[in-house]
C-alpha cells in the first residue's frame, strides 16, 4: 500500500535495536525463507489435529526449510515470528490417512509437537536460555507438553515413545553435562513417566468450538482475499492504474507534507518535505522505477537501494501491493493484543500485517528495518522497528482506504497523518507520470 517509512532513515534512533543475528541464522539453515511461502496441507492439518487438543491458537508459522534434519522451533525476532521449520518430506508420514498402524506417523507427530510445545510454553519469549540446566529443563518440558498430545491423540506408550526409542537406538546415549538436550534415556524414563500419570485419565475430545477451529484453518490466502474483497473487490482494485497519495501532518512545530505516487505494475515515489520558516524542504524523496532505487535527500549523497530492497520493491503490485500477497503469504499468528481479535500474516520476513477478525481491515504493520537506512535489514547490522496503524477508513472513489496513519517507531516517535487523500487514476499523461520515476 503506502510506503510511508523509508524516511525514518532521516529520523535519528536512540531507542534498543535487535539483533539481526536471528534472522541470519534463519537464513543460514533456511536458505529458501523468503520464498517459499507455500503452506503444506500435510503439515497444517497434522498442526490444526495438535492444537485442537486443547484448543490452543497458533502463534508461529510452520515453514518447509531444506537444512533441518527433520524439525526445529525458533525465533527469528524475539515474540513476534516464532517458526517451526520442517524438512520437505519429513511430515508425510503424519498424513492422517493412516494414523494409528504407522508408528512413523507418531514418531513424527511426537517431534512436531515437541517443536509446538516450545512455543506454547513460551520458551523463546525471554531469551535464550541462560545455562545448561535451563534449556534441558526446557527440553523436558517441550517433550512433556507431545506426550500429552500423543496421549490425547490415542496414541499407546509404545507409540509415544517411538521416536526416542528409535533415538537411542540409532544414535545412542552421550554426555549431556555440556548439551542443551538431555540424554535420549532420559528423556525416554520423563515420557514414560509423564505418559504414565495420565494412563488414568480419560482423553480429551478435541476442542470443537467453532471459533477455535475457524482461527486454526484459515489461511493468509483467505486472510488476504477477504481484505481486498472488502476494501473494493479484487476486478476493481486491479483496474487501478495509477494512485495519488497525500497527506500533512505536524512533525514537532513544523508542518510535514506527504505525496505518493504509486503506478501499475510497481513504480512508486514518494516525498516527504517539511515547511520551514515558509519554505517547503524536501526531507527525503524515494524513487522506485520498476527496476531500481534511489533515496535522495536535500543534506545527503543518494542512497542507492541494494539488490535486495529492488526485489522487495519489484515485488510489490503497486498501487495496491496486496494483491501480490495472494499466495505469497503465510499466517503468522491470531492475537488478542490489542483488544480485539487480529490475525496477523507474515508477507514478507521483516513484516507483519495485522488484520482485523470482523472487519477484514488492516489495522497495522509491523516492520524490522536497517537503522541506518530504514530499509530491508542488512545481517549483521544493527535493526530497528517500527508500527504504523491505519484508521478511518474512507471511500475514495469507491476503494475503502485509511484516511489515518499513526506511525510509531521503537525510539517513541510518533508521527499522525490524519487526512490521508487519494486519488485514483487522476487525469495525468502517462508520459508525465513516468517522468516522476527518473532518476540518475
Ligand atoms: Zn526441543
Redesign the pocket.
Known amino acids: 500500500m503506502k510506503r510511508l517509512l523509508i524516511f525514518l532513515f532521516f529520523i535519528s534512533f536512540y531507542g534498543n535495536s535487535q539483533n539481526y543475528q536471528d534472522i541470519e541464522r534463519g537464513r543460514n539453515f533456511c536458505g529458501s525463507l523468503a520464498k517459499s511461502f507455500a503452506s503444506e496441507r500435510v503439515a497444517e492439518d497434522a498442526l490444526g489435529r495438535i492444537l485442537s487438543v486443547f484448543g490452543e491458537k497458533r502463534n508461529f508459522v510452520v515453514q518447509q526449510c531444506d537444512n533441518v534434519s527433520n524439525a526445529v ?1 525458533t525465533v527469528l525476532h524475539p515474540s513476534t515470528i516464532r517458526y517451526i521449520f520442517y524438512r520437505k518430506g519429513y511430515l508425510e508420514d503424519v498424513n492422517s490417512n493412516y494414523p494409528y498402524l504407522n508408528t512413523k506417523y507418531w514418531s513424527n507427530m511426537f517431534v512436531l509437537a ?2 509446538v510445545g ?1 512455543h506454547i510454553k513460551g520458551h523463546f519469549s525471554e531469551g535464550p536460555d541462560t545455562s545448561i540446566q535451563e534449556a534441558q529443563m ?2 523436558f518440558e ?1 517433550d512433556n507438553y507431545a506426550t500429552s498430545i500423543l496421549f490425547h491423540l490415542g496414541a499407546t506408550l509404545s507409540q509415544t515413545v517411538a521416536w526416542t526409542n528409535n533415538m537411542l537406538i540409532t544414535e545412542g546415549d552421550y554426555d549431556d553435562s555440556y548439551d542443551e ?1 538431555p540424554t535420549y534415556s532420559r528423556r525416554k524414563s520423563a515420557i514414560i513417566r509423564a505418559y504414565n500419570s495420565l494412563s488414568n485419565s480419560t482423553p480429551r475430545t478435541p476442542k470443537s468450538d467453532n471459533t477455535d477451529v475457524a482461527d486454526m484453518y484459515i489461511t493468509a490466502n483467505d486472510i488476504v482475499l477477504r481484505y481486498l474483497e472488502r476494501i473494493g473487490g479484487l476486478e476493481k482494485l486491479k483496474s487501478i492504474e495509477t494512485m495519488f497519495v497525500e497527506g500533512k501532518t505536524k512533525f514537532q512545530e513544523y508542518e510535514m507534507e506527504y505525496l505518493s505516487v504509486l503506478t501499475k505494475p510497481n513504480k512508486f515515489a514518494n516525498k516527504i518535505s517539511l515547511k520551514i520558516d515558509g519554505n517547503t524542504n524536501t526531507l527525503t524523496k524515494i524513487i522506485f522505477n520498476g527496476t531500481k532505487g534511489v533515496m535522495l535527500s536535500d543534506f545527503q549523497k543518494p542512497i542507492y537501494f541494494k539488490p535486495k530492497d529492488n526485489k522487495i520493491y519489484s515485488f510489490k503490485s503497486m498501487p495496491i501491493e496486496e494483491i501480490n500477497w495472494i499466495n505469497n503469504s503465510k499466517i503468522a499468528f491470531v492475537t488478542m493484543e490489542s483488544g480485539s481479535k487480529e490475525y496477523a500474516i507474515y508477507s514478507q520476513e521483516n513484516q507483519i500485517t495485522y488484520f482485523d477478525a470482523n472487519t477484514g481491515l488492516i489495522t497495522r504493520k509491523y516492520e524490522l528495518i536497517d537503522k541506518e537506512t530504514g530499509l530491508a535489514p542488512i545481517p549483521g547490522k544493527e535493526t530497528t522497528s517500527t508500527y504504523t496503524f491505519y484508521y478511518d477508513y474512507k471511500v475514495f472513489n469507491g476503494i475503502l482506504l485509511p484516511s489515518r496513519f499513526k506511525l510509531f517507531t521503537q525510539d517513541g516517535t510518533t508521527i499522525d497523518f490524519s487526512n490521508m487523500n487519494y486519488m485514483i487514476n487522476p487525469a495525468v499523461s502517462k508520459s508525465n507520470i513516468n517522468s516522476l520515476f527518473y532518476f540518475e
Do not use: G, S, T
Open positions: 522451533a515437541h517443536e516450545h526446557d527440553e517441550a538436550h
